[in-house]
């Protein structure tokens, strides 16, 4: 018994947005076309446009984050949408009955999109199932899962330094086992069919079975980095160090951080990519962070685009039968 | 219904007329920005004429569409590109076919947002009846008195043609 | 009260019956098989043309929610969904939500389940005290209160020279260790078997070798103290053939596995279905078929439900904070003889697997106290019929806890009627 994917619609359209997981290459290209659109928005001296005007947004955060909280925020901003913040400290709410019934309660305030941190995998899914049909749900970050949007800012930087994605070689470097990031950059980059995708970090920080995702598993940095076009770097959480995964910061930096040296392996050309927030010194040494070819700042400027593009896509899908031309 | 030959008559004429209006008015570096998509094949042959200064901007108003929520996003949206600063700019503002004045609106409101020029006048190579805002042409190539279920279509960009089809 | 079920085929797989006759049952026990005895008349006739007549079920493993369980499954619903499902004896672990490491909690299920009726409750007394490892449960007065056997539930034992000591004084009082073998180091924190679905959603899994690695361990110290030992809940292949070569040297062990683990594998969780957060986890195919192919071979002696009824919002979380367990009673049967319609067993081979052999892991079956229809066996009998189609549907299910992942799934084969000791504890009506 197959069911239909839960984020698209009867027409196929991104209802919500839960996992780059099942996204078609076309529906990925569109989000990226969209957030294009929306990043001259952001050149404009009101940087808002009125497409979400009387809707509101959202933001459930289970899972303290700033950054991302704040970059969806200005982005529902931008789009002249209502914006609600909920922060909910603890897990314990996010279960049974009372789960529901916030829901509800927040659908019975005619909200129209939740956008979902949580620390356990699947919380968005969880959630999705159980919103209103009107609702669209965006995952902005479940447990080790997903994190599709911070995945598809990472596409639009890419595509705007490099262009095409067929002849490039990705190197992901870093804790894989635990990274949302990794996950949802891997299932895009496979999708939009790059050359030769790898993952590097010692075998604690690599998942079981992790080749099934289509990646190349290396354990060494200078053969992951060799002749690599764009070089990503995760964020290596201070924790890590306890419970055997690894000795220690020291240790894991000479053998896994980023430094000019370590770089010079990769393409002259190759991009620095880095989710934040940043370990100086862990994982990336400073001089390569804030280096030539260091794109992180863009990164964060193109996530505001994609999340507009990713919103207003989602809630902008009117009934199939009313779809209409605006005569001009 | 129009050929190319027609079709380049009326922009002759159209850039006669504003070439007469911006002297007059000593708008002499105006910027003129087309309308995604037929705005800016018109605006591309206007803009070459009448050899202005300023490159030309392009606006794609989708973002600004008074219908959003009835007939959702448009998947085919591409970046407005404005090449100079709007703010006390004189901005001649074109587009293919005015027909209810939704669509100038929205570049209005989108041009402002960019910032606050000093005028706007507008050019269409087709003008027709159905006026639902109170939005008149500065500069009109061609009128058209059609029935309401009759529209306007301009295929392009080379060669211009305009087309009169039945809409349900 | 003296019953005769006419019409039916007679399966006994202890006995080795599989034929059209008659079953005379006089008060609690079976008095005649085919023809009645001399003398007997019966008060009552069931005719069960077109059915079949089975031992009634008996079940290794269930939680029945009492006492103190918030799931809203007590002792008497869930004995009344058992009856409902062909099952006359229940295995209660030491882990419910009564903890088992005293002869008066003992006490309280067999008194409660005797109150209610529907079904006998046998209990697994603690192995440890308070099931910590750490210090030995008293075995002798919880044997005494009716403990059928020891175990320290899914609650791993540690510290290897405890559980050595635990199996050594569990066999000089003459009872089975039930094991549940699940490295707890390597197993902490996960919900899910670590391979490709797990890799895929971000679930923290739960290696093969947590199991080969408590099986190995507990090999071992069976061998050295001359335990009696079953394995529960099996769910890799791997650890299957440790047992099975164990077995082939001579060691006295015995293992089941749950149904839906014959069933389901890894890739059933979807994008997150809490119906399938199971414990140990749906692994891959290649286990699947390894079990199937352990009961093929004899290596896995019987079926369990593991039945865990669980109240709406038990499922109702992310994957990894759901509540593990399926409630399970209703489909054990219906999955049991789907084995049979796959041709991977017999019917009576199936069969077997939830009468027969539970009933000798137990010592149930040669003091006549379930698993087999010979004359002066206790008359737990099950009739169903092997040819009704039905849907599993929530609104329909007896237990209290309709969490499993089988609803909407077409099953082959239903109760129509169920003794417990010549008692009739169901029967059921179109």
């Known amino acids: ?328 | 219904m129009s050929s190319d030959d027609e079709i380049q008559r009326c922009l002759r004429q159209m850039a006669d007329d504003l070439r007469q209006r911006l002297e007059a008015a000593r708008m002499g570096d105006a910027l003129m920005v087309g309308i995604h998509t037929g705005g800016v094949w018109v605006a591309r042959q206007l803009h070459a004429q009448l050899g202005f200064e300023q490159p030309l901007g392009e606006l794609d108003i989708s973002f600004y569409r008074d219908d959003f929520s009835r007939i959702g996003m448009n998947p085919q949206v591409r970046p407005s590109r404005l090449p100079v600063a709007v703010d006390d700019r004189h901005i001649v503002l074109v587009d293919d076919v005015l027909h209810t004045g939704r669509t100038i609106r929205a570049a209005m409101n989108e041009l402002f947002d960019y910032g606050r020029p000093a005028s706007i006048t507008l050019a269409v190579l087709a003008e027709r009846s159905g006026r639902e805002l109170p939005i008149q042409a500065d500069v009109v190539g061609r009128h058209f008195d059609l029935g309401e279920h009759e529209h306007i279509k301009l295929s392009g960009p080379e060669p211009l043609q305009l087309s009169i089809v039945e809409a349900p | 009260m003296k019953i005769s079920i006419q019409h039916g085929r007679l399966i006994d797989p202890a006995n080795g019956i599989d034929t059209h006759a008659d079953l005379h049952i006089a008060d609690e026990r079976i008095a005649g098989v085919g023809d009645a005895p001399a003398g007997f008349v019966a008060d009552a006739h069931i005719d069960a043309s077109g059915q079949v007549v089975c031992p009634g079920l008996i079940d290794l493993r269930a939680r029945l929610g009492e006492p103190g369980g918030e799931s809203g499954a007590s002792i008497a619903s869930e004995t009344a969904a058992a009856a409902s499902a062909g099952i006359t004896t229940l295995v209660c672990p030491p882990d419910g939500e009564a903890l088992i490491d005293n002869p008066a909690v003992a006490d309280l299920i067999r008194h409660r389940a005797k109150l209610a009726g529907h079904a006998r409750v046998l209990s697994l007394g603690a192995l440890t005290q308070g099931l910590d490892g750490h210090q030995l449960a008293e075995m002798g007065a919880l044997k005494e209160a009716g403990c059928i056997g020891v175990s320290n539930g899914l609650r791993a034992v540690e510290n290897t020279q405890v559980m050595r000591r635990a199996m050594e004084y569990a066999a000089s009082q003459g009872l089975t260790v039930f094991l549940h073998a699940e490295d707890p180091w390597l197993a902490a924190g996960g919900c899910a078997h670590e391979g490709a679905v797990s890799v895929r959603l971000g679930l923290q899994g739960i290696p093969e070798a947590a199991e080969t690695i408590a099986v190995a361990r507990d090999l071992q110290l069976i061998e050295q103290t001359g335990a009696r030992a079953h394995f529960g809940l099996l769910s890799s292949a791997r650890a299957l053939r440790m047992i099975a070569r164990a077995r082939f040297d001579g060691l006295p062990v015995s293992a089941d596995v749950a149904a839906h683990q014959l069933y389901l594998t890894e890739m059933d969780i979807g994008y997150f279905d809490t119906q399938c957060h199971v414990r140990p986890p749906l692994r891959t195919q290649a286990d699947r078929d390894g079990l199937r192919q352990g009961l093929h071979e004899g290596t896995l002696g019987a079926i369990c439900s593991d039945h865990r009824p669980h109240g709406a919002d038990a499922k109702l979380a992310p994957f990894p904070a759901s509540e593990p367990g399926i409630s399970a009673l209703e489909t054990l049967l219906p999955l049991t003889l789907r084995l049979a319609d796959e041709g991977l067993l017999s019917l009576s081979q199936a069969l077997a697997c939830v009468t027969q052999r539970p009933a000798e892991i137990l010592g149930l079956l040669a003091r006549g106290e379930g698993g087999s229809l010979a004359v002066g066996a206790r008359a737990d009998v099950c009739l169903f019929d092997p040819e009704t189609y039905w849907e599993l549907r929530a609104e329909e299910m007896h237990s209290a806890g309709h969490n499993t992942p089988f609803l909407g799934w077409e099953l082959k084969g239903r109760v129509t009627a169920c003794l417990l000791a010549g008692q009739i504890t169901h029967h059921y009506c179109d």
């Open chain 1, 1 to 328: 018994m197959r069911r239909r994917s839960l984020q698209h619609d009867e027409q196929g359209r991104l209802r919500h947005l839960l996992t780059i997981e099942g996204l078609k290459r076309a529906q990925i290209v569109d989000i990226l076309d969209t957030a294009e659109s929306f990043i001259s928005v952001g050149e404009q001296k009101v940087r808002k446009v009125p497409l979400l005007r009387g809707k509101t947004v959202v933001n459930l955060f289970f899972e303290a984050s700033t950054r991302t909280l704040t970059t969806f925020e200005l982005a529902a901003k931008r789009l002249s949408a209502d914006v609600l913040k909920i922060n909910i400290n603890t897990s314990a709410t996010v279960k049974g009955e009372s789960l529901l019934d916030m829901l509800h309660n927040l659908e019975a305030m005619q909200c129209d999109m939740f956008v979902v941190r949580h620390a356990d995998s699947g919380a968005a899914h969880l959630i999705a199932r159980h919103v209103a049909p009107h609702v669209s749900v965006i995952n902005a970050g479940d447990g080790s899962h997903a994190h599709p949007t911070q995945a598809l800012l990472d596409m639009l930087t890419i595509r705007r330094r490099k262009g095409e994605f067929a002849p490039l070689t990705v190197a992901i470097v870093g804790d894989i086992m635990h990274s949302r990031v990794a996950r949802s950059q891997i299932h895009a980059l496979t999708t939009l069919g790059v050359s030769e995708l790898r993952v590097v970090a010692p075998k604690t920080l690599i998942p079981a079975a992790v080749e099934s995702l289509g990646v190349h598993v290396c354990h060494d940095l200078d053969e992951g980095l060799r002749d690599a076009d764009v070089v990503i770097m995760l964020r290596l959480q201070k924790e890590r160090m306890q419970g055997a995964l690894l000795p220690s910061e020291g240790e894991y930096f000479a053998h896994f951080g980023l430094t000019e040296e370590r770089l010079a392996v990769a393409k002259p050309d190759a991009i620095v990519m880095h989710p934040g927030p940043i370990n100086r010194g862990v994982e990336i040494a400073s001089s390569v962070a804030d280096g030539p070819q260091s794109v992180i700042l863009e990164q964060v400027s193109n996530g505001i685009a994609v999340r507009m593009a990713v919103m207003s896509m989602t809630l902008g899908r009117p009934p199939a039968d009313t779809a209409e031309v605006q005569a001009g």
